[in-house]
T-cell receptor, first 110, second 113 residues
Framework: SQTIHQWPATLVQPVGSPLSLECTVE??????LYWYRQAAGRGLQLLFY??????ISSEVPQNLSASRPQDRQFILSSKKLLLSDSGFYLCAGGQEEKLFFGSGTQLSVL | AQSVTQLGSHVSVSEGALVLLRCNYS??????LFWYVQYPNQGLQLLLK??????LVKGINGFEAEFKKSETSFHLTKPSAHMSDAAEYFCACHYNQGGKLIFGQGTELSVKP
């Protein structure tokens, strides 16, 4: 079965520091991959998605970037974190109607 | 642009009453449609999904949803609300063309005794 490994579960970073969140997939090949942010009391906002290696689509202008260096690896990055980057970040993957989710990372920028 | 709209960020019903959570999508080609539930401090749990075939889909915990292409809707219903149904509910659409997976804004369901 498909599994998404996402780490860390929680992260506290100072403003201006870099960020790297990694998501790896097991049990499937060539999945579509997604990064979402869920702010407190709000829905899941699609940040980036990828349909293949090196292919990244950005949904909203922001301080973050994403990369897919390997088929089963999806990385969310920032060079300098802002306070507004705080939130819950969720990695997801899927093909057609089969979707699966990571356990998320709670990021606090102080 | 592709979008998912959930009408009503908060819905409150009495225990035993009908639950109706609304979801509309925008797409010329029907996407795969999903409803997820999220309990406090927990991850997303799949309630049900529509791919092809029968337009009335039955899910877990007594929930069901009907895909109506003419209305571009996928509303979630449950005949009789239970206290344990109180949670956040998300509608999601997976668009095969381009691979985009979009969630609605979420609807918080409260159940009053």
């Amino acid at each position: 079965s498909q599994t998404i490994h996402q780490w860390p579960a929680t992260l506290v970073q100072p403003v201006g520091s870099p960020l790297s969140l990694e998501c790896t997939v097991e049990g499937t090949s060539n999945p579509n991959l997604y990064w979402y942010r869920q702010a407190a009391g709000r829905g899941l906002q699609l940040l980036f998605y990828s349909v293949g290696i090196g292919q990244i689509s950005s949904e909203v202008p922001q301080n973050l970037s994403a990369s897919r260096p390997q088929d089963r690896q999806f990385i969310l990055s920032s060079k300098k974190l802002l306070l507004s980057d705080s939130g819950f970040y969720l990695c997801a993957g899927g093909q057609e109607e089969k979707l699966f989710f990571g356990s998320g990372t709670q990021l606090s920028v102080l | 642009a592709q979008s998912v709209t959930q009408l009503g960020s908060h819905v409150s019903v009495s225990e035993g009453a009908l639950v109706l959570l609304r979801c509309n999508y925008s797409s010329s080609v029907p996407p795969y449609l999903f409803w997820y539930v999220q309990y406090p401090n927990q991850g997303l749990q799949l309630l049900l999904k529509y791919t092809t075939g029968a337009t009335l889909v039955k899910g877990i915990n007594g929930f069901e949803a009907e895909f109506k292409k003419s209305e571009t809707s996928f509303h979630l219903t449950k005949p009789s609300a239970h206290m344990s149904d109180a949670a956040e509910y998300f509608c999601a659409c997976h668009y095969n063309q381009g691979g985009k997976l979009i969630f609605g804004q979420g609807t918080e369901l409260s159940v009053k005794p």
